[in-house]
């Protein structure tokens, strides 16, 4: 079976690694792909979110599975397109409806959702250029730190956290006057909620579903958790602090209820769902929803995921989940994130990139990278490369890490040399 996966990142570079491992995987085509996924199928010049060319590559190369790793195509309303076209309509999609991923691409939308099916959550309140006045006084009357989160897509940098109430006023103003552009025409200000951060990822064809590995990210650009938020600059699963408790409390008061919502209100949800959590005394409450795998979780719970990870997405578009029985690899896993300079905010791409072929204890997942010149290697983007590393602790799993992406060199080159820090 030919197979199309959408997306450029190292989250689509994970999945290629694990996708083109399958025996059931005849052709597999990325879009756009990057300067490493070209190593496990055919990259295709075309944009995720022009479904017509989608549409044009899926009929000349006879795809019968589409993979789609990015959130915008979902929220845009890709697997609609492919629904509803009558050449389509039969290619498995893996991947929400339109509807299913306002879940991601509305933080309002995702709340409101909770709200009804009792999901435990942070207090909010949602405001627009309309109602400015009632925020910066609903902002007054609160007690800091103050969470403000653009309403729709920011590529993982639309939540902004301040200690005192005019940093707030001042940060609400901002987002409400483009700060991210349309996606904080609405902001979300949320109770701050004090805990440690984790991801659940979980699998589902809308009736049943599986958990995958668990996962820790850190998406603070500095060490120690400071600095600007990023689409995140490391990973680790599993983090030790999820144990078999925990996992029962997100299962029975996140999980399930997520999945009676979705039956409730008849979304058609086929695809990964991410859950951000954070334990509050104890207590999982959920952060947001994203519609997808997330990255750089993807690459270290792809790397503990010993399933033929095609096998399950296509039990998954046919309604047949309920059968797989996941098989977990029990080493730890970590992920580092090479940047470019200045990211996250700008930065110059075309920086050639050396130590590629130097690094033997880790697996290189390409992001921000293309080629050029014939074989050489340059940087095009702010998150450049990950570092994936096995080991029996999450601390081996990091050294080996870290001395990996001591071989790799390019202008400018950055990372945070704590991920973990806080286990």
Not at 150 to 158: E, N, P, Q, T
Not at 205 to 219: C, F, H, I, Q, S
Not at 368 to 390: H, I, P, Q
Request: aromatic residues 8%; contains cysteine.
């Amino acid at each position: 079976m030919n197979v199309l996966l959408l997306g450029s990142g190292g989250r689509e570079h994970a999945l290629a690694w694990r996708i083109s491992q399958s025996p059931l995987c005849a052709q597999l085509f990325i879009a756009p792909g990057n300067a490493g996924t070209e190593a496990y199928g055919t990259n295709l010049a075309i944009d995720p979110n022009d479904f017509d060319a989608v549409r044009e590559v899926v009929l000349a190369h006879n795809v019968r599975l589409v993979v789609c790793g990015p959130e915008e195509p979902l929220v845009r309303g890709i697997q609609d397109y492919f629904s509803t076209d009558e050449q389509l309509k039969a290619v498995y999609f893996i991947g929400p409806s339109k509807e299913a991923a306002r879940l991601e691409g509305s933080k309002a939308y995702a709340k409101a959702f909770m709200e009804e099916y009792n999901i435990p959550t942070a207090g909010y309140r949602r405001f627009s250029a309309e109602n400015i006045a009632e925020g910066e006084a609903y902002l007054a009357q609160q007690d800091g730190p103050f969470v403000l989160k653009a309403d729709g897509l920011a590529a993982g940098k639309g939540v902004v956290i301040v200690d005192n109430v005019e940093d707030a006023q001042q940060e609400l103003r901002a987002m409400l006057d483009g700060k991210f552009g349309e996606a904080s025409s609405t902001v979300v200000v949320e109770d701050f909620l004090d805990g440690i951060e984790f991801s659940v990822f979980v699998l589902t064809d809308g009736k049943t579903y599986r958990m995958l590995p668990v996962a820790k990210d850190y998406k603070r650009a500095g060490a120690g958790d400071t600095g600007p938020n990023t689409g995140g600059m490391g990973s680790v699963s599993h983090p030790p602090f999820v144990d078999a408790d925990m996992l029962r409390k997100v299962e029975q008061a996140i999980i399930q209820p997520t999945l009676h919502g979705i039956q409730a209100r008849k979304l058609d949800y086929r695809g990964f769902i991410f859950i951000g959590l954070i334990a509050v005394d104890g207590e999982p409450q959920v952060i947001e929803y994203n519609c997808r795998l997330g990255d750089p979780e993807t690459q270290s719970v792809l790397a503990r995921l010993e399933n033929d990870l095609m096998q399950l997405l296509l039990e998954t578009a046919e309604g047949g989940l309920s059968g797989a029985v996941l098989k977990i690899d029990d080493r730890q896993a970590a992920t580092v994130v090479l940047t470019s300079g200045g990211y996250p905010g700008e930065y110059e791409k075309g920086k050639a990139i050396t130590g590629l072929d130097e690094v033997t204890d880790s697996m290189i997942f390409h992001a921000g990278t293309r080629k050029e010149d014939g074989d050489r290697v340059v940087t095009n983007g702010g998150r450049v490369l990950s570092v994936t590393s096995y080991g029996e602790t999450i601390e081996e799993a990091l050294a080996r890490c870290y001395t990996s992406a001591k071989l790799i060199q390019f202008e400018g080159a950055s990372y945070r040399s704590d991920i973990g820090f806080d286990l």
